[in-house]
C-alpha cells in the first residue's frame, strides 16, 4: 500500500512538471526577426528571397503578408532554436570593450556577448523533495542580475523516505500531503571580464522559502478530526555557481550554497487513554540549522 501510494503520488508529480515546462515553452514557440536597430517583432517567417523576408505577425496569422528587406534585418530566432544571421546589428558598446582583452589568469580569452537578457529554468532534481519551481534570471547590467523562483510543493519523497527508514512514515500512515508553495530570490554578480552577466560564473546572496502543507488524519490508525499541519524551510546563503551554454540557447546552471535554515514544523500530538485518542494538541517545533545546497538547473533563453 506504502509503494502504490508513493508511486502513484510520485507519477502525479513529474506530470504536473511536465505540464508546467511545456506550456512555459509554448508561449515562446515563435520566430523572433530582430531589426538592425534592435528592435524585435513576433513573427512566424513565411519566405526568404535574396532581398526580401516575407513574414506575418505571430498574434495575426490570419492576417496580411508584410515584407522588409534583408539588409535591414540582424538576425531571426525560429521557434526551434535555430538562428539566421543576415546583418550587423547596431552596437554602441566601447570598442575597448569588444576586442581581445588580457585575463587575470595569465592570457588571452576572446570578449563574448551572448546578448541574453532573460533566462528561464528548471531544476529536475527538486522533484524528489516535492518541489516544482520555475525560474526566471533578469539582466540588470553587465555585471549584475537577480533570478526570482515560484512554484508548488507537494508529496516529499526524500523526506518520507528517510523517515520510514527510522519506522516513521507520517504521510502515508497517518497524514494527507496538500499543495504548498515555495519562493526564491536571489542577486548575482558576474565577475568575469570577459563575458556579461547570465553567462559563466557568479555569486552572491540567496533566500527561499519552502512550506509543505498535511492534513492529519489519523493517529495508530485511528481517526481523528482533520488537523492542519505543515512544515516551513527560510534559508539565507551565499551561492555560486556557472552557467554553462551546450546550444545557443540551451544551458546548465551548476550551482551550491552555504548558509542558515530556520526550520519551523506544526505538528499534532496525540493523547491517548486505554487505547482511546482523547485528543490531538498542536506542537510547534522550531530550530536553526546549517544549510547546504549543490545542484543543477537546465533552461533556455528567451
Do not use: W
Not at 257 to 263: A, D, M, N, P, T
Amino acid at each position: 500500500m506504502y509503494l502504490k501510494k508513493t508511486f502513484y503520488m510520485f507519477k502525479q508529480t513529474v506530470s504536473l512538471f511536465t505540464l508546467l515546462f511545456l506550456l512555459i515553452a509554448s508561449n515562446f514557440s515563435q520566430d523572433i526577426l530582430t531589426k538592425n536597430d534592435g528592435s524585435e517583432l513576433s513573427v512566424k517567417v513565411i519566405e526568404i528571397t535574396e532581398v526580401l523576408i516575407k513574414y506575418k505577425l505571430y498574434e495575426n496569422l490570419d492576417g496580411p503578408l508584410y515584407t522588409i528587406k534583408k539588409s535591414n534585418v540582424f538576425m531571426i530566432k525560429y521557434e526551434n532554436g535555430s538562428k539566421d544571421l543576415f546583418g550587423k546589428k547596431e552596437d554602441k558598446t566601447p570598442t575597448s570593450e569588444r576586442v581581445v582583452v588580457y585575463s587575470k589568469v595569465g592570457y588571452n580569452k576572446q570578449y563574448v556577448d551572448r546578448g541574453l537578457m532573460n533566462l528561464i529554468k528548471v531544476n529536475p532534481l527538486l522533484i524528489l523533495n516535492g518541489d516544482i519551481p520555475i525560474y526566471l534570471e533578469h539582466k540588470l547590467n553587465d555585471k549584475l542580475s537577480y533570478e526570482v523562483g515560484i512554484g508548488i510543493t507537494v508529496f516529499d519523497y526524500l523526506y518520507n523516505y528517510y523517515n520510514s527508514s527510522l519506522g516513521y512514515s507520517p504521510y502515508v500512515e497517518q497524514h494527507t500531503p496538500e499543495m504548498g508553495y515555495s519562493f526564491r530570490a536571489s542577486l548575482r554578480f558576474y565577475p568575469s571580464n570577459y563575458t556579461k552577466a547570465l553567462d559563466e560564473f557568479y555569486i552572491g546572496p540567496e533566500f527561499s522559502h519552502r512550506r509543505y502543507n498535511t492534513i492529519l488524519e489519523k493517529c495508530d490508525n485511528y481517526p481523528v478530526d482533520a488537523k492542519q499541519e505543515y512544515r516551513a524551510f527560510t534559508d539565507f546563503k551565499i551561492s555560486g555557481g556557472y552557467v554553462l551554454f551546450i546550444t545557443e540557447n540551451i544551458f546548465f546552471d551548476i550551482y551550491g550554497g552555504i548558509g542558515l535554515r530556520f526550520k519551523a514544523n506544526s505538528i499534532s500530538a496525540c493523547t491517548y487513554s486505554e487505547s482511546e485518542i482523547i485528543s490531538t494538541t498542536p506542537v510547534l517545533d522550531k530550530a536553526i540549522l546549517p544549510a547546504i545546497s549543490l545542484g543543477v538547473k537546465v533552461g533556455f533563453e528567451i
